[in-house]
């Protein structure tokens, strides 16, 4: 998916079910943000907390 020449988001299709396309575009709406978020909130602070873990970890090798 993508906007303004953006990537805005990326389809994961690994757990499709095979041979019916329409089940797997039917649910697809059904995952919108608002359902996502706390998903969306935990990868992030996930993601604050490995990038805090490596600047502490880099200071400690200096």
């Known amino acids: 998916m993508a906007k303004d020449n953006q990537i805005t ?4 299709w690994t757990l499709a079910i095979n041979g019916d396309h329409l089940y797997d575009k039917a649910n697809f709406p059904f995952w919108n943000e608002e359902k996502l978020q706390p998903l969306i909130q935990e990868i992030t602070n996930n993601s604050r907390n490995m990038h805090q873990m490596m600047k502490q970890k880099t200071r400690m090798q200096q």
């Open 9 to 12: 988001g990326i389809i994961d």
